[in-house]
């Protein structure tokens, strides 16, 4: 079985400063590992994905998460924060349901607040 | 423009009634899925459908039946609402299924309330 755990369910930080949310996970096989972010009152959209290849996979809006199988984290990081990030942000893991379909496990999201 | 699509965005309804929701992804998608959002955000996958089959029913209650009438649609029905229901029903499509690195695509969501 897999499962991921956001371990903030806020995050707050000032504009201009660096933004980190944290991530982990559990899995039986080597798992594809992403990130969404939700805006309010918005649908789902992918910020970025790990696949086993590069251990550090660069996103969207200057997002970046990095693999790392010994602490089996995927810690969401950008260097400054812009206003517009505020949103929630999912940490997701995905299996193959026996060789049937691939099939999400969602953390349980981290509400990024950006103070002006 | 749309990639996936639902409507009605939202839908406000009585106890005991029922409804539907209905989902469109002009992607060239082979499998769709439908998730469900609670009030405290959590998001749990309900079913996915593959060329209108479908391959995963995460135990959900049979008041809910999908229905898949081409690759392209996959529209949820529920019968006799409870209270519980009331959510954000998310429906996402993805190229194709048998690999855990495919991106699902996500509709914008609808919201159900139910009164």
């Known amino acids: 079985a897999q499962s991921v755990t956001q371990l903030d369910s806020h995050v707050s930080v000032s504009e201009g400063t660096p933004v980190l949310l944290r991530c982990n996970y559990s899995?039986?096989?080597?798992?594809?590992l992403f990130w969404y972010v939700q805006h309010p009152n918005k649908g789902l959209q992918l910020l970025l994905k790990y696949t086993s290849a590069a251990t550090l996979v660069k996103g969207i809006n200057g997002f970046e998460a990095e693999f790392k199988k010994s602490e089996t984290s995927f810690h969401l990081t950008k260097p400054s924060a812009h206003m517009s990030d505020a949103a929630e942000y999912f940490c997701v893991v995905s299996d193959l349901r026996n060789n049937a379909g691939n099939m999400l496990t969602f953390g349980g999201g981290t509400r990024l607040m950006v103070k002006p | 423009d749309t990639a996936v699509s639902q409507t009605p965005k939202y839908l406000v309804t009585q106890m005991g009634n029922d409804k539907s929701i209905k989902c469109e992804q002009n992607?060239?998608?082979?499998?769709m899925y439908w998730y469900k959002q609670d009030s405290k955000k959590f998001l749990k996958i309900m079913f996915s459908y593959n060329n209108k089959e479908l391959i995963i029913n995460e135990t959900v209650p049979n008041r809910f039946s999908p229905k898949s009438p081409d690759k392209a649609h996959l529209n949820l029905h529920i019968n006799s609402l409870e209270l519980g229901d009331s959510a954000v029903y998310f429906c996402?499509?993805?190229?194709?299924?048998?690999?855990?690195?495919?991106?699902?695509?996500f509709g914008p969501g609808t919201r159900l309330l139910v009164l």
């Open positions: 996402a499509s993805s190229l194709r299924t048998g690999g855990s690195f495919e991106t699902q695509y």
């Open positions: 899995s039986s096989y080597s798992p594809s």
């Open positions: 992607l060239g998608h082979d499998t």
